[in-house]
T-cell receptor, first 114, second 113 residues
Framework: IAGITQAPTSQILAAGRRMTLRCTQDMRHNAMYWYRQDLGLGLRLIHY???????GKGEVPDGYSVSRANTDDFPLTLASAVPSQTSVYFC?????????????FGNGTRLTVT | QKEVEQNSGPLSVPEGAIASLNCTYS??????FFWYRQYSGKSPELIMS????GDKEDGRFTAQLNKASQYVSLLIRDSQPSDSATYLCAVNRYSGGYQKVTFGTGTKLQVIP
């Protein structure tokens, strides 16, 4: 079934540790996104990529980095995790980075930083 | 003022009734509008897209858009217990080099059997 695969499903991480959340899509979508979802705050964009080889910052990028080496993969890295990064992380994709394409979401990664 | 506002609910409706979910947005340059359904512990799932003023129907769902009033709504007819979920309104604008999709915090819908 075509879609977005995220890994791991959940993770408990000690503060200060480095962590990479993986995201792979097989829909050949050009644009990919990382969101975090927190109670009362909704979904907030961390980073985006309109096409392979390009990335950009969303509304809450601090403490996170991304890369887009190819169309399918868009990993999110926390260089040195802090407790405020405890959240549910969703990777999403859309057919194009411009225009009116809806977002399609992966199943999410629940991250707890202790 | 939040960019996208929704009543957090919960909105409780009896089975078979019409559920009406509302959303207002602040950016008049917004170009497209989406409704997502999110079950507890799951990811958001697209259920409706609407791009121009008026109504758009898809099965039991009708999305309504009024750009002059900056208002989007979702009607669910013949509500079923399986419709119980949080409904997210999302507003899209191409801005600053990317497709900026801003989400409301969602309305929790409870359909009572």
């Amino acid at each position: 079934i075509a879609g977005i695969t995220q890994a791991p499903t959940s993770q408990i991480l000690a503060a200060g540790r480095r962590m990479t959340l993986r995201c792979t899509q097989d829909m050949r979508h050009n644009a990919m996104y990382w969101y975090r979802q927190d109670l009362g705050l909704g979904l907030r964009l961390i980073h985006y990529s309109n096409t392979a080889g390009t990335t950009g910052k969303g509304e809450v990028p601090d403490g996170y980095s991304v890369s887009r080496a190819n169309t399918d993969d868009f990993p999110l890295t926390l260089a040195s995790a802090v407790p405020s990064q405890t959240s549910v992380y969703f990777c999403a994709s859309s057919e194009r980075g411009v225009g009116n394409s809806p977002l399609h979401f992966g199943n999410g990664t629940r991250l707890t930083v202790t | 003022q939040k960019e996208v506002e929704q009543n957090s609910g919960p909105l409780s409706v009896p089975e078979g009734a019409i559920a009406s979910l509302n959303c207002t947005y602040s950016d008049r340059g917004s170009q497209s509008f989406f409704w997502y359904r999110q079950y507890s512990g799951k990811s958001p799932e697209l259920i409706m897209s609407i791009y121009s003023n008026g109504d758009k129907e898809d099965g039991r769902f009708t999305a309504q858009l009024n750009k002059a009033s900056q208002y989007v709504s979702l009607l669910i007819r013949d509500s079923q217990p399986s419709d119980s979920a949080t409904y997210l309104c999302a507003v899209n604008r191409y801005s600053g080099g990317y497709q900026k999709v801003t989400f409301g915090t969602g309305t929790k819908l409870q359909v009572i059997p």
